[in-house]
């Protein structure tokens, strides 16, 4: 695919199993974006990660975790219609319209829930705290976050209630028969004589993702205590003015067959990056892909890529970040920004994006831009500008922390 960049060697010039030519750094262009737009991301950084009914609910339904840590909230709880309903929904044998109609969350029945939910704190202060509880996580960044407090809660709340239904669309009403989703909604059942309002539908959603086999957007959590660890505690120590670049994002490549751990693009990729690591343009290399190819793999593309990195280039550990849960090119890009962000890394500064020359052309093409506006709501970026054939730059955008569980393997 032609580019516009010139005729900058690529990744398969320069990688060989033989030897390497050391990376010139001159090769960059300049990366010349409005420093003005920098994002305040003060709030989601101050965000204490809450811990919810499961590592899997606060990845898929971080607001519902939120109003889980409230206890003014204690007194909402499932015994109304809510609850009738996930008995009608135990008793439809795993019928699915049977048992979509007896969880799913209509749009008024979510409004009228979540202003319910939010008039339950009468306290200015305590209500001040649950808003900003609910901002601070960024699960509603597409939300109008200049509207009043009750406005944009009421509106966060119901959004996280009907998201319930859309994780529960996407993935398990079409991968459980009958008899594996009665079981789903027979354990929720038993469980939830005490639930809270929301507690029967995203639980059925969370148990038919489990029965599914379909969780794995929990699978590396918490990935600041494992897989993360080590990068994330040098971040502090860093003078990140002493690079052009806070940290170069690999998107992965997945293989085609389920025995190919590490597809030799994707490892092109990761050399490539390596080289501009090795020749001090960013202290960070951010390796982002999943499980992606073929559906169901056991490999995840930033796993591997980082296993790569340490074993053959020698890259330490503690200069490595994964994001082992995007799936497509848009979430790779917007998984990038909210693990850097709440990683503590600065706003000021741009990103490389580092691939091969076909990707990288896609990237900053406007087919993606239109396809993250499709997708996602948003470009999960302040600009994207050229710096190579392989290489481009961009500044974070803070709507990357929109939650849609509509995609629960990477909401």
């Known amino acids: 695919m032609p580019t516009d960049a010139g005729t900058l060697p690529d990744a398969a010039d320069l990688a060989t199993d033989a030897g390497r030519r050391a990376f010139d750094p001159s090769t960059l262009g300049p990366c010349e974006i409005d420093r003005g737009r920098v994002p305040d991301a003060a709030a989601l950084r101050e965000a204490a990660p809450s811990v919810g009914v499961s590592a899997l609910a606060d990845r898929v339904f971080p607001v519902l975790t939120v109003l889980d840590s409230f206890d003014a909230l204690a007194s909402i709880d499932g015994t109304d219609g809510r609850r009738a309903g996930l008995v009608t929904a135990a008793e439809c044998a795993g019928e699915l319209s049977c048992v979509r109609g007896g969880i799913a969350w209509s749009e008024p029945q979510a409004i009228e829930a979540a202003a319910t939910i939010v008039a339950m704190f009468t306290a200015s202060a305590e209500r001040a705290a649950f808003v900003r509880a609910l901002r601070a996580s960024g699960a509603c960044a597409l939300l109008d976050l200049g509207s009043s407090d009750e406005a944009f809660a009421t509106a966060c709340v119901a959004e996280a209630l009907l998201q319930t239904s859309g994780a529960f669309e996407a993935r398990v009403a079409g991968e459980l028969g009958a008899s594996a989703l009665d079981a789903v909604v027979d354990a929720v059942a038993l469980t939830a004589s005490t639930a809270k309002l929301w507690g029967p539908a995203r639980d059925v959603a969370l148990g038919g993702l489990v029965a599914a086999e379909r969780d794995g957007a929990a699978r590396y959590e918490p990935l600041t205590a494992g897989e993360n660890a080590a990068a994330l505690a040098r971040v502090a120590s860093v003078d990140f003015t002493a690079f052009r670049f806070v940290a170069i994002v690999v998107p992965g490549q997945g293989p085609d067959d389920a025995v190919t751990a590490l597809n030799p693009a994707g490892r092109l990729r990761a050399d490539a990056a390596a080289d501009r690591y090795e020749a001090g343009v960013a202290p960070f ?60 890394f600065p706003t000021d500064r741009p990103v490389l994006v580092t691939s091969d020359r076909i990707q990288t052309a896609y990237i900053r093409s406007s087919v993606l831009a239109q396809r993250c506006v499709d997708e996602l709501g948003f470009p999960p970026f302040t600009e994207m500008q050229t710096v190579s054939n392989q290489d481009s730059c961009f500044l974070f955008e803070l709507r990357s922390f929109h939650v849609d569980a509509r995609d629960p393997l990477d909401p």
């Open 285 to 344: 290399l951010l390796l982002t892909g999943g499980h992606v190819h073929p559906d169901r793999t056991t490999f995840a593309e930033a796993i591997e890529m980082k296993r790569h990195l340490i074993d053959v280039r020698g890259v330490p550990e503690n200069a490595i970040l994964v994001d082992p849960y995007a799936r497509h090119t848009t979430t790779n890009l917007r998984n990038a920004t909210r693990l850097l962000v709440r990683g503590g």
